[in-house]
């Protein structure tokens, strides 16, 4: 921990050799877009993208899940998304999935999850059957095939979020599935006229 907090302590010293100016982030932000990923520690939106603060509004959750939308659920994943794209407006949405995902892992091998009951509670939104529609691919330990499957998912429930799916129909925002390799740094992005993952 110690490193970490080091480096906290000269935050605003790096980031003014870096050349940011944050002082400009006190007036609101403006994010470009909304990125929704896994909570697994080998992604990191920023470094993926270059992105900078004030660039990304983020979601992470276990297995980057899209809950289904409910006005009524106290759920901090819809709220943040219903946030996004109601208030902030953001123009993108991104669905970033990973290779070696240890939440869709799981789901598509039936892993006992007894330990962790609310593990196994969140995971149940994701349909087995719709990871495991291969059949071909269960084992192979990149889970690719069931994580861009399960990404693909995730893009229906955002679009039946009621302000994306109004903001779909006049063009007001686009969604993006990606798959990214932890082991390689490759980012594949799905696209619709092939229906395949394929590098950005
Ligand atoms: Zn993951």
Redesign the pocket.
């Known amino acids: 921990m110690d490193p970490f907090i080091d480096r906290a302590r000269t935050f605003p010293q790096r980031a003014g050799q870096a050349g940011r100016a944050l002082d400009g982030l006190a007036t609101g932000q403006s994010p470009r877009a909304l990125f929704i990923t896994?909570?697994?520690s080998r992604?990191v939106p920023a470094l993926i993208t270059g992105s900078a603060p004030g660039d990304l509004f983020e979601l992470r959750t276990?297995?980057?899940m899209v809950p289904a939308y409910r006005a009524d659920s106290a759920s901090g994943e819809t709220a943040t998304i219903e946030y996004a794209v109601d208030v902030l407006g953001v123009r993108d949405i991104v669905v970033c999935?990973?290779s070696?995902?240890?939440?869709?892992g799981a789901v598509v091998r039936d892993d006992d999850l007894s330990v962790v009951p609310a593990v196994r509670s969140w995971l149940s939104n994701a349909d087995r059957n719709v990871l495991r529609a291969d059949g071909t691919d269960v084992f192979d330990p990149t889970v690719a095939g069931p994580?861009q499957r399960h990404v693909l998912a995730q893009l229906e429930q955002l679009r039946a979020y009621p302000g994306v799916a109004r903001r779909l129909l006049d063009g007001r925002v686009r969604l993006h599935g990606w798959f990214y390799e932890v082991h390689t740094g490759l980012v594949l992005a799905h696209r619709s006229d092939s229906g395949l993952f394929l590098p950005l």
């Not at 070696?100 to 869709?104: D, E, L, P, W």
């Open positions: 896994c909570s697994d992604v276990a297995g980057n999935g990973h070696h995902c240890g939440a869709v994580v």
